[in-house]
């Protein structure tokens, strides 16, 4: 599974839109996109996956680069709560957990 | 339903010392992996066991080893405990096999050796 590049952190106002983006340009064509995030003292909780096309849910958005080197996780409304570290993973299907790279990701700052 | 629950929360150990984490998964998921978290080196991978065979292991010295039961628990042990090894240790599992590869972590073992 190939490794990801996300900015060390970002800002947002509260109530405001979220852009968080990933790179992922040696990506294979059966690695899914996921991403996950960490509250302060808690474990990772997944936020959303997706292969070719985005995804919603009902946590965010996920927009996938027609070329799938890249991606962008999209909160549509941040929130305090939202404040955390975003992580962006590559994880080939069926593949194991070994290969997954968590690096640094994202820390996400909200300003009331 | 439960989510994934590890124990102790909290622990203080020293130098030399061994030490015993416990992970139950979420019932129905017979994958349980254990990663190590610092400050320095972020989220690393430690090991995966699935059906009690260990699947995967991380960049660890042989100090680290773990273990899966026919309930699918999984117990991660680090003997002779070094001070580097101050780090939060989270299980997570996940239903092996599925394409989601969802995996649901526990809230951690905080780990102190002094």
């Known amino acids: 599974d190939a490794k990801t590049t996300q900015p060390n952190s970002m800002e947002s106002n509260e109530e405001e839109p979220v852009h968080l983006p990933c790179n992922h340009s040696?990506?294979?064509?059966?690695?899914?996109i996921h991403w996950y995030r960490q509250l302060p003292s808690q474990g990772p909780e997944y936020v959303i996956h997706g292969l070719t096309s985005n995804v919603n849910n009902r946590m965010a958005s996920l927009a996938i680069a027609e070329d799938r080197k890249s991606s962008t996780l999209i909160l549509h409304r941040a929130t305090l709560r939202d404040a955390a570290v975003y992580y962006c993973?590559?994880?080939?299907?069926?593949?194991?957990?070994?290969?997954?790279?968590f690096g640094k990701g994202t820390k996400l700052s909200v300003k009331p | 339903k439960a989510g994934v629950t590890q124990t102790p929360r909290y622990l203080i150990k020293t130098r030399g010392q061994q030490v015993t984490l416990s992970c139950s998964p979420i019932s129905g998921h017979r994958s349980v992996s254990w990663y190590q978290q610092t400050p320095g080196q972020g989220l690393q991978f430690l090991f995966e066991?699935?059906?009690?065979?260990?699947?995967n292991k991380g960049n660890f010295p042989g100090r680290f080893s773990g273990r899966q039961f026919s309930n699918s628990r999984s117990e991660m042990n680090v003997s002779t405990l070094e001070l580097g090894d101050s780090a939060l240790y989270l299980c997570?599992?996940?239903?092996?096999?599925?394409?989601?590869?969802?995996?649901?972590f526990g809230e951690g073992s905080r780990l102190t050796v002094l």
């Open positions: 993973i590559l994880w080939g299907y069926g593949g194991s957990q070994g290969n997954l790279i």
């Open positions: 040696t990506i294979s064509g059966t690695d899914y």
């Open positions: 997570a599992s996940s239903m092996a096999g599925k394409d989601t590869g969802e995996l649901f």
């Open positions: 066991y699935f059906s009690e065979t260990q699947r």
